[in-house]
């Protein structure tokens, strides 16, 4: 099995945050070598005074210098947790460093805060890592109680680009763990007049992919987000897969949407990508 280079971005490096807890429970059934980072915010130079603006750079270097020397923290947390990495501090717009450093990683950790959730706007750091990174994020609500992370695993398929980039992401913790359930809603009626695009059989893929997995029809409710994150939590898993963000931000802000849905009131951990 390869190695899995992993970014958990930290929004603070003292405690046991939530992002932490995820990193170390995935490094116990993965080999994962976890990239700490840590972003000292730059202050925004519109609309302020230049002394303003002075004191708050002044007050971000500071951010800066003190983030670099918790590498033994870092460190620490990492050797008690039986795991292995390195500790990255940037000083920048929090979505360019992490966008920046996940050239390098197979996946991003990062917590969905539980005072502003990104939902229902989906313009906060959550959703525009997902847009942005180019790998598929671990979203971790803040409130989540992380024990075990990829032991059960809920896929919720429709079969969008967003779903199977999700799906592929996620094979190397799908293969590990002990159930992997797939509740299927895929509208396989039409392709939208698209004749001779290939076809993808998930079943197929993950057998290929040596993944066990039970399928499980998923009906659409009135209130789909609801009906979905229900279901969900009735399979028992600790880690949901799905594709973040298939309908614009807008149209979900407008008429709602799942990863609205999930976003906000998910209580588990949501692997996605866009």
Same mark, same amino acid.
């Given at each position: ?12 490096? %003292?405690?046991?945050?939530?992002? #932490? ?38 007050? %971000? ?20 947790? !039986? ?12 979505? &360019? ?26 313009? !906060? ?12 994020? #671990?979203?971790?609500?803040? %409130? ?34 002990? %159930? ?12 939208? !007049? #698209? ?6 059989? #998930? ?63 998910? &209580? ?7």
């Amino acid at each position: 099995m390869s190695t899995l280079d992993v970014l958990v971005h930290l929004r603070q490096y %003292s405690g046991d945050p939530p992002a #932490l807890r995820a990193a170390l429970a995935l490094s116990r059934r993965l080999d994962t070598v976890l990239h700490g980072l840590y972003v000292a915010p730059i202050p925004p130079a519109a609309f302020t005074s230049p002394e303003t603006v002075a004191v708050l750079v002044h007050e %971000s270097d500071r951010h800066f210098r003190e983030a670099g020397v918790a590498d033994g923290w870092w460190q620490e947390k990492l050797a008690a947790g !039986g795991a292995r990495g390195d500790w990255l501090v940037a000083q920048a717009d929090a979505l &360019d460093a992490i966008a920046y450093a996940a050239r390098w990683n197979d996946l991003i950790i990062i917590e969905r805060p539980q005072q502003q959730p990104d939902a229902p706007l989906g313009w !906060g750091l959550v959703s525009r890592s997902a847009f942005a990174a180019g790998a598929p994020l #671990l979203v971790i609500p803040e %409130s989540a109680e992380v024990g075990e992370l990829g032991r059960v695993v809920t896929v919720l398929w429709n079969g969008s680009r967003e779903a199977i980039r999700a799906v592929h992401g996620a094979l190397p913790i799908l293969r590990r763990a002990d %159930s992997v359930i797939v509740l299927d809603g895929e509208n396989r009626s039409g392709n939208g !007049g #698209l004749l001779h695009l290939p076809g993808f059989d #998930l079943r197929r893929y993950l057998a290929a992919h040596a993944v066990n997995a039970d399928f499980r029809p998923s009906t659409t409710s009135a209130d789909r987000g609801a009906g979905l994150l229900a279901a969900a939590r009735a399979t028992g898993a600790d880690l949901f897969v799905m594709g973040a963000w298939g309908h614009s931000r807008l149209t979900e802000l407008i008429v709602g949407g799942v990863t609205r849905h999930l976003f906000q009131n998910a &209580d588990r951990a949501l692997l996605v990508a866009h």
